[in-house]
């Protein structure tokens, strides 16, 4: 399927020197970035309280995120989800304040601000058990926020998570380059490979540079985006591969230039409707999906740019050629192997 078909090749490799410094700029800024700000990890990886609240009445985040400023946290994360009576809190670690005493201080202060007292409310779980839960009544003797679970995520765990992250990432690295490898040629690996780490250091360069938060939801993104920035590599390639095999006569750079080309309607249809969806989840998603979308988009679009102007100039520059990829036909003995 193709909304368009370009007749005359664009020279993309003619200008691959000029992008490929624009894209060596980038990928210097934003690894100073990293180790100028580094990356504001969230709850999961630096420790801290995990809270879920139900709300009787549509939850008002703002006010929410206001009181716990209030208490004592700078950068509170409150996300609804669910409904909007459900609310999930992620509060770092204070130095004055550990364990229990947090959790506590902080159920405190909500009731506060809705006028309300605690009190201990016994129930029977669907499993016919008694669970003795915390809650703030009003006034009129009516549940307005109930206190549904508490988690402590301790400094250990959170390294453990990174360190697990860390191992993923590099999995998916070195099974990336041995799949290419395999399937293509080892300058077309390290292409890729160059290529998508280009993605994933500008996607963490920019969480660096304006301090986003960096969660398990967004390394996620991070590994999704390199599997789509593969996936953009390989057609291309596929593509070249194909042309070596039928234009004989033309040049490196204008079998990848015509490969680029011919590939260009997939990638718009591709790319747009998956870029589509992904903004739906950053304008609609709410908190909870907001940086996951963010990663997702910055990577989508650097992905179409490092298949383009990094992976196919990189492979070029390695010196690919036609007999690379396309095994030589030996010609035939007229002995046929007998010999007298």
Request: with cysteine; aromatic share 10%.
């Amino acid at each position: 399927m193709e909304f368009f078909r370009i007749k005359k090749d664009i020279p993309f490799m003619r200008h691959a020197l000029v992008f490929n410094a624009i894209s060596a700029l980038t990928f210097v800024a934003a690894v100073f970035f990293l180790f100028h700000k580094g990356l504001h990890f969230s709850v999961e990886f630096t420790g801290g309280t995990v809270m879920e609240l139900k709300y009787a009445k549509p939850a008002n985040l703002e006010s929410i995120r206001h009181t716990l400023e209030k208490v004592g946290y700078e950068q509170p994360e409150v996300t609804s989800f669910g409904t909007a009576h459900d609310v999930m809190l992620r509060l770092p670690v204070i130095k004055t304040v550990t364990g229990n005493a947090a959790s506590q201080l902080v159920f405190n202060g909500l009731c506060a601000a809705e006028q309300g007292t605690l009190k201990q409310i016994d129930s029977v779980s669907p499993k016919g058990e008694q669970v003795t839960k915390t809650a703030c009544v009003d006034g009129a003797g009516t549940e307005a926020v109930s206190l549904q679970k508490v988690e402590f995520v301790g400094p250990q765990v959170g390294d453990e998570l990174a360190q697990n992250g860390m191992n993923a990432l590099a999995m998916v690295v070195i099974g990336v380059m041995i799949y290419l490898a395999i399937r293509f040629e080892w300058k077309f690996a390290v292409a890729a490979i160059i290529a998508n780490l280009h993605d994933v250091v500008i996607i963490l360069g920019f969480f660096a540079f304006f301090q986003w938060e960096f969660s398990l939801t967004v390394l996620a993104a991070v590994l999704a985006v390199l599997g789509y920035s593969v996936n953009e590599s390989v057609v291309i390639f596929d593509r070249i591969r194909e042309n070596f095999r039928k234009q004989r006569k033309m040049s490196v750079h204008e079998v990848i230039d015509n490969a680029i080309t011919s590939t260009i309607s997939r990638t718009i249809i591709t790319h747009g409707c998956t870029q589509m969806m992904v903004l739906s989840m950053l304008f609609l998603g709410g908190p909870t999906l907001h940086y996951f979308a963010v990663a997702l988009t910055i990577g989508i679009c650097f992905g179409i740019y490092s298949s383009v102007f990094v992976a196919a100039a990189v492979a070029m520059w390695l010196g690919v050629k036609r007999e690379d990829l396309i095994k030589p036909i030996k010609e035939k003995d007229e002995t046929d192997g007998a010999v007298v």
